[in-house]
């Protein structure tokens, strides 16, 4: 069997959670934490390496609680780091996958740590790594992935008729009340952060992240995300992303509280 990795981004903390680790929150039926849902789901799906990219305040509590190894499936853990007396706060998420470009030796997916995509949508991208020379990512309808409590940032697919990505654009502020303003519907398909890609793209998106942070040395807060650079190859001809329909309910956790919304929807 080919090996596949799985990238989990989990170097951040949340404000909006109090300042506690997300995905340390108490959500399966036997009290299983978030990202032991995900890592079950991700097992199953056939990934055979792990690789948590930590910070400062992660660091430890990851690996005292999983150590080098989760089901018999061996755990690494990347850091991601940066220059406080330059940077307000990290360099965004192509820096965290950056961080851990020394531990990706095959095919990988990389996702958030704070959000359950699913056994079906795990299985898909693992299998497609597996068949497949292009990359590949998973859509989700818009609606339902908004939240009730506000706006939400989220990556806007706009797709070819071979059903492959054109581009992926960053649309802000999108609320229940105000797609049609935006030209969006229910039905849109966009992204939750989560690619599937190959070791050429690692390599690629690294040159990327490498460039962009000598362009803005001097800004203190802006980032590097890998959805704009993703696209940035897209739309440059260098890389080809195929896009799978969710099948799966996709569950996150973002204020205290949903933990609660989580579990219940784990038990049916």
Same mark, same amino acid.
């Given at each position: ?27 399966? #039926? ?12 991700? +097992? !199953? ?22 150590? /080098? +190894? ?11 780091? %940066? ?6 706060? #990290?360099?965004?998420t192509l820096d965290a996958l950056g ?12 996702? &958030?740590?704070?959000?359950? %995509?699913?056994?079906?949508? @795990?299985?898909?991208?693992?299998d497609h790594l597996r068949t497949h ?19 939400? &940032?989220?990556?806007?697919?706009? +797709?070819? #008729?071979? /059903?492959?990505?054109?581009? =992926? ?14 030209? *969006?519907? &229910? ?7 989560? @690619? ?5 793209? *690692?390599?690629?998106?690294?040159? =990327? ?6 362009? !803005? ?15 940035? =190859? ?20 973002? /204020? #205290? ?8 929807? =784990?038990? %049916?």
């Amino acid at each position: 069997m080919k090996n596949v990795a799985i990238v989990y981004m989990v170097a951040g903390m949340s404000s909006r959670f109090g300042g506690k680790i997300k995905q340390f929150a108490s959500v399966g #039926p036997n009290s299983e934490t978030l990202i032991e849902i995900s890592l079950q789901q991700a +097992i !199953h799906a056939g990934f055979t390496k792990i690789i948590f990219v930590v910070g400062e305040k992660t660091e430890e509590p990851f690996k005292k609680m999983f150590g /080098n +190894i989760y089901q018999g499936i061996p755990i690494h853990y990347a850091f991601q780091s %940066y220059d406080k007396e330059k940077r307000d706060k #990290p360099w965004g998420t192509l820096d965290a996958l950056g961080a851990a470009r020394h531990l990706i030796d095959c095919p990988f997916v990389i996702c &958030n740590g704070d959000d359950i %995509y699913g056994k079906n949508t @795990f299985k898909m991208l693992a299998d497609h790594l597996r068949t497949h020379k292009t990359s590949a990512t998973v859509g989700y309808k818009l609606g339902d992935v908004l939240s009730d409590k506000g706006s939400v &940032n989220r990556g806007v697919f706009y +797709i070819n #008729p071979d /059903n492959t990505v054109k581009s =992926l654009v960053e649309t802000f502020g999108i609320t229940k009340d105000n797609l049609e303003s935006k030209g *969006l519907s &229910n039905n849109t398909l966009c992204s939750m952060l989560i @690619f599937a890609f190959h070791l050429e793209t *690692l390599s690629l998106l690294c040159d =990327l992240l490498d460039k962009f942070k000598k362009e !803005h040395e001097e800004d203190r807060t802006i980032e590097s995300l890998v959805p704009n650079e993703t696209s940035r =190859l897209i739309e440059q001809g260098k890389l080809i992303m195929e896009v799978y329909r969710a099948t799966d309910k996709w569950l996150g956790v973002t /204020n #205290p509280g949903d933990e609660e919304i989580v579990r219940k929807a =784990l038990m %049916y």
